[in-house]
């Protein structure tokens, strides 16, 4: 079973068209991030979200719209992609308090052509 | 001054070696130190992790934390091929604060059989 997943893990596309990601985990966790992973392999938050309700939200293009319907879930939404989008995208959880104690997914590589 | 640096590498060591991976940060607040690994096309899986000073040993891998010298420390003996990946040092702030883990940009490892 597969603790945090993602769909879709390839996604190529041409400027200006919208994407979504989705994410789901099955560890019971209340909280559940966004990470963006660049070509440099630095990882950057980008939001977070607590039960559904979003508790970090990172200097991010709002082209970027996260949604949660319920604490297993968070998707994520990209409208008018730009080729600087270009990355991976890492969902992941923790219990809230869990102090960096993150669980992640095998990542969503999108390309932006 | 970027808030967590490490050396990006590549290093590249004989199987067998011991390795270290370092990290240093500026913001004196974080209290919870990780280390996470990731293997290539694979999301980020949490090897370490410790929120004191000192030394933290699990089999062939030690964290070492210094506060006073804002620093930390990966070290691997008995080094072996499936080590071969990114290590990404990550800290976070005390359980006061929502979980917003900062990364640093992490350390390519090659051991060569």
């Given at each position: 079973d597969t603790a945090v997943s993602q769909t879709p893990k390839y996604l190529v596309t041409q400027m200006g068209n919208d994407k979504s990601i989705k994410c789901e985990q099955n560890?019971?966790?209340d909280t559940m991030y966004w990470y963006k992973q660049d070509s440099k392999k630095f990882l950057k938050i980008m939001f977070s979200y607590n039960n559904k309700e979003l508790i970090i939200n990172e200097?991010?293009?709002?082209r970027f719209s996260p949604k949660s319907p319920d604490k297993a879930h968070l998707n994520l939404h990209i409208n008018?992609?730009?080729?600087?989008?270009s990355a991976v995208y890492f969902c992941a959880s923790s219990h809230l308090?869990?102090?960096?104690?993150l669980f992640f997914g095998e990542g969503s590589r999108l390309t932006v052509l | 001054q970027k808030e967590v640096e490490q050396d990006p590498g590549p290093l590249s060591v004989p199987e067998g070696a011991i390795v270290s991976l370092n990290c240093t940060y500026?913001?004196?607040?974080?209290?919870y130190f990780m280390w996470y690994r990731q293997y290539s096309r694979k999301g980020p899986e949490l090897l370490m992790y410790t929120y004191s000073s000192g030394n933290k040993e699990d089999g062939r891998f030690t964290a070492q934390v210094d506060k006073s010298s804002k620093y930390i420390s990966l070290f691997i003996r008995?080094?072996?091929?499936?080590?071969s990946a990114t290590y990404l040092c990550a800290m976070s702030l005390p359980k006061t604060s929502y979980d917003k883990v900062i990364f640093g940009p992490g350390t390519s490892l090659s051991v060569i059989p």
């Open positions: 560890l019971g966790h200097t991010v293009p709002n008018s992609l730009e080729l600087g989008d308090w869990a102090t960096g104690e | 500026s913001n004196s607040a974080f209290q008995d080094s072996q091929p499936s080590d």
